[in-house]
């Protein structure tokens, strides 16, 4: 008898344990899905939800006259925290012309730098603004000089000091004239000499640099073919068209999981849930389980699963919102600078280092991340642009070493850096030395004997 009770008791515990698990496993997979989910999959799985399960619905619009609500209501607010607020608040966060809905992110980051650039000059101001409306799609002015100068009853020299300018803004080499200028422009910027290599290739050799006819420019220039073989590599690190798709990708062609915007010039986080509807749970499903008698067992189990589903599937969105508003708070902290326009160059997060930071796994952070992008006044960006691709590489350790014990009177450019480390059997370009550099959050030569 003591037996049979053990063994029902055994199999009971192993029922509970078997039905806890299944539960739980049936929340987790739906919580990693939702937050997995960028804004336009979230939505998507919202409607198949909405089909699916008549324990959730949509809050209809209201009439301007409200009616008390019902005891029997239930609406997405029952499962927030006192105090949060509900989807459609954030619709209203938005300042007026906070955002140019018809220009691409790269034109409204401009309009910022300009702003902020000319803000003693009216005059040079309204210059700015002419040259940045002339330019094409990636970024060339192609309007004559003195035509701009009549339109503001100036000489050709003020518009050319604007332009100029406009040039040193990122991306660097905006507004130039060409291809060669736009490289010429960014070399200049990165510090290279007048008589440099790169600057001579660029400068005298322009079609045969576009040819690659190396002999062709060695013989030109009287260069060591190893020399020129070198300055192609660092010219390969420019960029030809800096203002690529400068008017035609707006902020539209992507739908940015969250945003960054100016209030009281501070840059804050905004979850994007426009496309979700305000949800609730029904309260006719409800019904049925308050009133048990009036409904048969298979209408009861039913009506119970499917409200728990709801449930679920409400605090996955609002555990989803949380999770991204928490690692938005990351990145902006470690990139203020580079959001508000006062650096052009990212400090790269380890995925490690913010899961620890928020008290989440790494695998969690790697799925909040996964196909979301995050609206700027820098530009619209996916989130794992602002992680490092290597989280943890030898190079980075030697690399450190060789500019820690390097002469800060007179501190290695990449190209050098470069050079001592393929001489110590490690295969890098400069370009690769450059990213891995900032990466680390390590200055360059200039920055570093400024800083010395």
Known sequence: MRQASFSGEQRLETSLRTELALHLTQEMRLR???LQANILSLEEMLHVELEQNPALEIIEAEPLEREAETPDEFSVDDFYPSGEASYGEYEDTQEPGSMFSDRSSMEEHMMRRIAKEFSDNDLEYRIARY???????????HEELSKIASEFDVEDDVVEKVRQKIQTIEPVGIASRNIQEALLVQLNVLGYAEKSPEMRIVAECFEFLLQRRITSIAHKLRLDTSDIARAFENIASLDPKPGRNFKNISSGSVQPDMSLRYRDNNLEIVINEGPLPPLRLSSKVREILENPKKFSKEELEFAKSKLERAQMFIKGILQRRDTLNRIAGEILHKNYDFFSGQ???????LMKDVADALGLHSSTISR????????????????RAFFAKVEKDPVMDKLREIIDSEDKNSPLADVEIAELL?????????????KYRQMMNLPDCFQRKVLK
Request: aromatic share 6%; with cysteine; net charge negative.
């Open 32 to 34: 990693l899905e939702i």
């Open 131 to 141: 040259i940045l409306d002339g330019l094409d799609e990636d970024g060339f002015l």
């Open 343 to 349: 650096c052009v160059s990212l400090n790269p997060l």
């Open 368 to 383: 909040a991340v996964r196909d979301k992008y995050i609206e700027t006044p820098s530009g619209i960006f996916p989130l």
């Open 422 to 434: 393929r001489g110590s059997g490690i295969n890098i370009s400069r370009r690769t030395v450059a």
